[in-house]
């Protein structure tokens, strides 16, 4: 019995907006298609279980053909069906309200319109000109019945032949999409949407070589190309390690092997399921290119998953499975959903719990993997709050040793040698065990520990600690000579009388070799006999300033800044006693003339000043350039003019 008819009422809006906005997320109708096939195979199989069914249920597999002469793509199943009054209840009767303002609001989101309407089915007419329904209900003398739709508001729906229970969608695929008629295109994504759908879903058969053909022909059998039973939702007691790297390696064919695994796994107060691995990154390019990805009941659905998961967790690979996460909505929807905010605080304590357990279970293990995890647990320990008051017990700092410590255990052990004479804890660090190498060693002299603070995240960590640590500091090695590093009484004085000082100070200024956007300040200090003559230092604050600089766009005031480096000459080196006997015999007191006086004004006293001429003097020449090739400042001609010299003193 033929029947026409309209489809619901504002449907006049749903399909210029399901053609024209959706346009970029169009592949997703895929998804749709093959999710409805698989609720309804597994609603068939519910019912087999629950003995409703009248006979069997037999193969479900949910097949996906391709007819490119005909011009349509099909999905077929052999789920529960529908009889001609289940089409009108649930295909032609789109009952929604304010319909037209959600549109409005979400037109370039067609995840929203398709979850809020619930029109997955009509998602196929993004790429169809025509969609066919042929159905035949699993009830007992059911009639199949075929509806047809050309995009418009108009349906047709008769009865026609079909021997099998279940559904076949018939799309025939508009003109200017008939990328969706190539076999590799559907390949894709089905790979991508549904590779562990739970009802076994093909496409094409499986082929083999054929040793008289000399080719690969089809078999019999036909291609699943999906898991049914993904390994997140098996038991976690009834899986091996190697299971999980399985899984991974299936997840990212081109990664390393994962440090390590959390199988989450909560029905309450929501249901979540899924595998977050812990990644081995080796390039920055590592974090981005894989992700998390996001399943609704096994069907893909996205692997954006910021908002879902904290964000220093999205850094993390694996599968998060929700049945309750509202995916279909927009993003800032999700971000204020109780329910959501909810599975992101479970997934941070459920992390930083198994963090714990492997620190407390293994320490020895967790060292060996922190130098890989650092990143991520720094990070999370940075961006929030609750997960640094977590992790501070068990995340580490490492010493230049290549020893590791908790915080606490730091902290006792450079408590007593490390104090300075205001009560600050001074926490010594080196950024590069090779460039910082003398002052990490005389640093070590003196029975201070130095940490190795090299990871990208370190220079934020340093400003983390110096907030949450009491009294504390952080000072890098080279950011003043040994004595003051860490003041422990009032500094003695050089001895140098104040003429002498400065006439050693003009010697060695005069001598210095020039460094673009680098300026030197020189000091004398008596630093014993065995301490070098010449220490280059850079002060921690302009350190600091400039290392923000880079990073932040807007701070490039102190970027252009020269580099200010200290150049302390050693007062009680031999070869400084010499330079200083050298320069007084050539230092002359100077007067420099006060400018003429403007009308009326009194002629100003002439200012005294010493001049040391001790031009190119091969020992202050060489002091100079050993200290700069030290700290890795001497190069191109400074360098070779150095290599020239030092060949002419052997
Ligand atoms: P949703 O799946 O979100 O309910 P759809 O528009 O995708 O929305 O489908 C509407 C309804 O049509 C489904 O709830 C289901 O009852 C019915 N349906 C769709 N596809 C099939 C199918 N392959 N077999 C049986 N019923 C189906």
């Known amino acids: 019995m033929a029947q026409k008819g309209n489809i619901g009422v504002t449907t006049e809006n749903i399909f210029p907006v399901i053609k024209k906005f959706l346009y970029s997320d169009h592949e997703i109708f895929l998804r749709e298609i093959v999710s409805n096939a698989v609720d309804a195979s597994q609603k068939l199989r519910t019912l087999a279980t629950k003995g409703e069914l009248q006979g069997e249920a037999g193969d479900l597999t949910v097949k996906v053909s391709v007819n490119k002469e005909a011009g349509t793509l099909t999905v077929s199943d052999r789920g529960i069906g529908m009889t001609e009054e289940e089409i009108d209840k649930y295909i032609n009767q789109i009952a929604f309200s304010g319909a037209n303002d959600f549109l409005d609001k979400y037109k370039e989101d067609a995840n929203a319109i398709i979850g ?150 909560v029905d309450y107060p929501f249901n979540l399921t899924g595998v977050l ?123 230049t040793e290549g020893k590791y410590f908790t915080y606490d255990e730091y902290q006792t052990l450079i408590k007593d040698n490390q104090t300075d004479k205001d009560g600050n804890l001074i926490y010594l660090y080196a950024q590069d065990k090779q460039d910082q190498y003398s002052y990490i060693e005389a640093a070590q002299k003196k029975g201070y520990s130095v940490l190795l603070l090299d990871g990208q995240l370190d220079p934020a960590m340093v400003g983390m600690f110096e907030q949450k640590f009491e009294k504390s500091r952080f000072t890098r090695v080279d950011s003043d000579i040994i004595d003051r590093l860490i003041v422990k009484e009032d500094v003695k004085k050089s001895e140098l009388a104040e003429r002498d000082k400065t006439i050693l100070s003009k010697a060695f200024q005069g001598n210095l070799p020039k460094i673009d956007k680098t300026e030197f300040m020189v000091d004398s200090q008596a630093l014993g006999e065995t301490a070098a003559p010449v220490i280059i230092t850079q002060s921690e604050y302009m350190r600091r300033m400039k290392d923000m600089a ?17 150049l302390v000459l050693n007062t009680d080196h031999p070869l400084i006693k010499k330079v200083l006997t050298d320069a007084q015999a050539v230092a002359v007191d100077i007067e420099i003339p006060a400018p003429e006086p403007k009308e009326g004004e009194k002629k100003a006293e002439p200012t005294k000043d010493i001049k040391v001429e001790l031009k190119d003097n091969k020992i202050v020449s060489q002091l100079i350039d050993l200290a700069l090739l030290q700290n890795g400042l001497l190069r191109g001609e400074a360098l070779n003019k150095f290599v020239q010299r030092s060949v002419e003193l052997i």
């Open 116 to 265: 809020h309407f619930g029109l997955g089915f009509y998602s196929s007419f993004m790429v169809s000109k025509k969609v066919e329904i042929i159905t035949k209900s699993w009830r007992e003398g059911s009639k199949a019945v075929k509806w047809s739709c050309d995009g418009s508001p108009e349906f047709s729906i008769e009865e026609c032949d079909k021997a099998d229970r279940g559904t076949d969608i018939v799309m025939y695929i508009d003109d200017d999409c008939k990328d969706f008629l190539e076999s590799s295109k559907i390949k894709e994504l089905l790979n991508k949407y549904c590779k562990f759908l739970a009802i076994p879903v093909a496409f094409g058969k499986k082929s083999k070589w054929d040793d008289k053909e000399k080719k690969m022909v089809d078999t019999d059998e036909d291609d699943v190309i999906n898991d049914t039973t993904p390994l997140w939702t098996k038991k976690p007691a009834d899986l091996k390690d190697e299971d999980y790297k399985e899984f991974y390696r299936k997840l990212y064919p081109m990664s390393d092997e994962p440090l390590f695994w959390i199988h989450l796994n």
């Open 277 to 399: 691995y812990f990644p081995k990154v080796k390039t920055n390019f590592d974090i981005q290119k894989n992700k998390i990805q996001l399943y609704c009941n096994q069907v893909f659905v996205t692997d954006s998953v910021e908002g879902i998961v904290p964000e220093f967790l999205t850094l993390l690979h694996g599968v998060i499975d929700s049945p309750d996460i509202p995916l279909n909505v927009s993003r800032s929807y999700l971000q204020s959903d109780s329910n959501v905010k909810k599975i992101s605080t479970y997934i941070s304590k459920k992390v930083s719990d198994r963090l714990k357990s492997l620190f407390t279970q293994d320490r020895k293990d967790f060292e060996q993997k922190w130098d890989d995890i650092k990143i991520f647990i720094n990070y999370g320990m940075l961006s929030d709050e609750g997960f640094y008051d977590k992790a501070k017990s068990f995340a580490l700092l490492k010493d």
């Open 550 to 566: 880079r990073l932040q766009p807007g701070m490039a005031f102190y970027g252009d800044m020269p580099d200010m480096m200290n």
